[in-house]
């Protein structure tokens, strides 16, 4: 429709290397621009909390210079982990991710695109909630404000590649939403912002000393107390930037391109696995091929019935269901006016658990684009 | 000439099942070849291994020429997923140039790929606003725009009024008569009629392969809904036997 050259001698157009990484930046980014509530929050939220730790600590000035300056770090490292990571989860719930790995889009190309776009986002917050922080609240350092902003930068980017890289693990939302007590709290509890790094127990030290939020922290500490950038602080900075790349290079491994199961396909848990028995001819009815019949229960329960085919025709119910979903469901179609339940998992489900005969119209293989219930797997 | 798809001994598990027993077949190319099943019967699960996304247990998966899924297919082997996977927060034409981006084809292209699938005037709305017919429409146009030489859908006409179904399945033969390869995915039988070859498949398992006119004969209906019955009944008999 789009050629009217012959496939066979088409020369195929392949996207620039690079050219593929700008493509998803600007997607993302494209993403967050139709969402202004999102990035008002973004931009937004950390200069407030900001500013209520100000409000907190009025009578004690030097303790608010002490805990803004660490938030610096805190705040666009937890913000950027969990924006990430969610969106990251979103393409892959919403069978996105698994249509780009069957694109000529290499892995790591979505992840550095996806890196740089909130990377910028980022950048943008930090630099929000530096310019608060030292035009509005009185926030001071003995060094100069660009090593604040590049540090917050350089420690967002090392949240945006951890969220990346935890959220391959992840399996739903809530899980995701888990990774940041997980991953995110215990580097703010043990970074030096509640108990300074050498009051620390041994052990305790030991642990900061792995954890690359410690160093974004030091390194803004640094600023704080040095008028001149320190070897320490670019040392600090480059075990963050380091930790960021070392996140983003281990990020694509877990993203795998042949899963066993594609992740968070709608409506397709466990319990809706088949039983796959061979179904009988039942006499005396219409004995059209009924679909894989679901089994009571997944597992050992779907394989016993698996081998031993029973007469179904005592046991089959009907669900009446909305026409919209008939029609989706409709196999076998026409002859009968209700459809089996056990052509839609929701409704065979409802109707073992109870007499629930009433099907949500919820199906699969609905062409409403409407989910199904939240993956259980 | 070769096919385009060849399968040889696929099984196919998932989690703890069984879904697709030993299937062998081959696509031959520039047709348009229905996979034909009810819901569950593994098609979606056969057509992630055609692309190169589903682990398989064993056998061999060749699209032109290759393995499945290797490096080189990818741009060569559109996929439209059953459930439309575009980005809901963009509008139909950011989702088209982004694909359009990794195809390595320009914008114009992008633009014509959403004339193509009907959806011009609704090229600035975001998709999450779209009907769920439309959303089908958006995602394959997103795969037309890599211009496949096979192209892999999955029951792509669910939930289009008849109209638009017989649009698309005239746009699938237009795409075939271009060297186009299609393998197109239906669990209802009335589409079975359009395809130039008919695969069967219940519970993983291959019940005929063969066109419509010859899946008439065998069976001695006209009707292939009853013609579909018919082999089942008969591989049942056989089972029995
Ligand atoms: N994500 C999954 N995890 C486990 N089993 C699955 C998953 N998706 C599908 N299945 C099982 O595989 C079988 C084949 O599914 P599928 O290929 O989606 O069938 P179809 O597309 O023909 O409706 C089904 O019985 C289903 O229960
Ligand atoms: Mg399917």
Not at chain 1, 47 to 56: G, I, K, Q, W
Not at chain 1, 329 to 340: D, E, N
Not at chain 2, 37 to 44: C, E, F, R
Request: proline fraction near 7%; charge should be positive.
């Amino acid at each position: 429709m789009s050629t009217t050259h012959p496939v066979a001698t088409h020369v195929r157009p392949h996207a620039a290397p690079g050219a593929s990484t700008l493509a998803v930046t600007g997607r993302v980014l494209r993403q967050l621009r139709h969402d202004p509530r999102t990035i008002a929050l973004l931009l937004v939220v950390p200069s407030l909390l900001l500013a209520l730790m100000d409000a907190l600590w009025t009578e004690q000035p030097q303790v608010f210079n002490r805990v803004g300056l660490v938030m610096l770090a805190i705040f666009p490292f937890v913000v950027m982990f969990l924006v990430t990571s969610i969106a990251m989860l979103r393409e892959r719930t919403s069978g996105t991710l698994e249509r780009l790995l069957t694109t000529p889009l290499p892995r790591p190309a979505l992840l550095l695109g996806y890196g740089a776009g909130f990377g910028l986002a980022a950048a943008l917050q930090a630099a929000g909630t530096t310019a608060v922080g030292f035009g509005l609240l009185g926030l001071q350092t003995a060094g100069p404000l660009g090593w604040v902003v590049l540090i917050a930068m350089v420690d967002a980017v090392l949240g945006v590649a951890l969220g990346l890289l935890c959220s391959a693990f992840a399996r739903s939302e809530f899980q995701a939403v888990q990774f940041m007590p997980v991953v995110v709290l215990p580097q703010v509890f043990l970074c030096g912002l509640l108990v300074p790094r050498d009051q620390m127990a041994g052990w305790l030290q030991a642990i900061s000393d792995v954890l690359p939020l410690t160093y974004a922290v030091d390194a803004l500490q640094e600023v704080g107390s040095h008028p001149a950038a320190t070897g320490r602080m670019w040392a600090d900075l480059a075990v963050v930037a380091g930790a960021a790349v070392l996140a983003l290079g281990l990020a694509p491994a877990p993203l795998r391109r042949r899963t066993s199961c594609a992740l968070g396909r709608p409506g397709r848990a466990a319990a809706a696995a088949p039983g796959a028995v061979p179904a009988t001819p039942t006499p005396g009815t219409a004995s059209w091929p009924r679909p894989g019949r679901r089994s009571p229960s997944a597992g050992t329960t779907a394989r016993r019935s698996g081998s031993s085919p029973r007469p179904r025709g005592s046991t089959r119910r009907w669900c009446t269901t909305t026409s919209a979903a008939r029609k989706s469901c409709s196999w076998p179609p026409s002859r009968h006016r209700a459809i089996p339940t056990s052509c839609c998992p929701p409704c065979s489900r409802a109707a073992r658990r109870s007499s629930v005969r009433t099907c949500s119209g919820w199906c699969s293989g609905s062409g409403t684009g409407r989910a199904g219930p939240p993956g259980s797997r | 000439m070769d096919a385009a798809v060849t399968v040889n001994h696929l099984v196919v598990d998932r989690g703890r099942h069984r879904v697709l027993h030993d299937l062998s077949f081959q696509i031959p190319p520039g047709q348009v070849t229905g996979l034909l099943g009810p819901s569950g019967s593994g098609k979606s699960t056969l057509m992630r291994a055609l692309v190169g996304v589903q682990v398989v247990r064993s056998g061999e998966v060749t699209v032109l020429g290759r393995p499945a899924g290797s490096a080189a297919l990818r741009s060569r082997v559109g996929y439209v997923t059953q459930s439309p996977s575009v980005y809901a927060d963009l509008t139909v034409r950011e989702n088209a140039r982004f694909f359009a981006a990794l195809y390595g084809v320009g914008a114009a292209a992008a633009d014509r790929a959403v004339a193509d699938v009907g959806l011009a005037d609704a090229a600035g709305q975001l998709v999450r606003d779209l009907s769920g017919g439309q959303m089908g429409r958006v995602s394959l146009a997103c795969a037309l725009l890599g211009r496949p030489e096979v192209l892999v859908l999955d029951e792509p006409t669910v939930g289009l009024d008849p109209v638009l179904r017989v649009e698309l399945w005239e746009q699938f033969h237009a795409l075939a008569d271009r060297g186009t390869t299609l393998l197109v995915s239906s669990h209802v039988m009335d589409e079975a009629g359009r395809c130039d070859r008919l695969l069967l498949l219940r519970e993983g398992r291959l019940l005929s392969d063969s066109t419509p006119a010859e899946l008439r004969a065998r069976t001695g209906t006209d009707d292939l809904e009853e013609a579909f019955l018919r082999v089942v009944r008969e591989q049942q008999a056989e089972v029995a036997a």
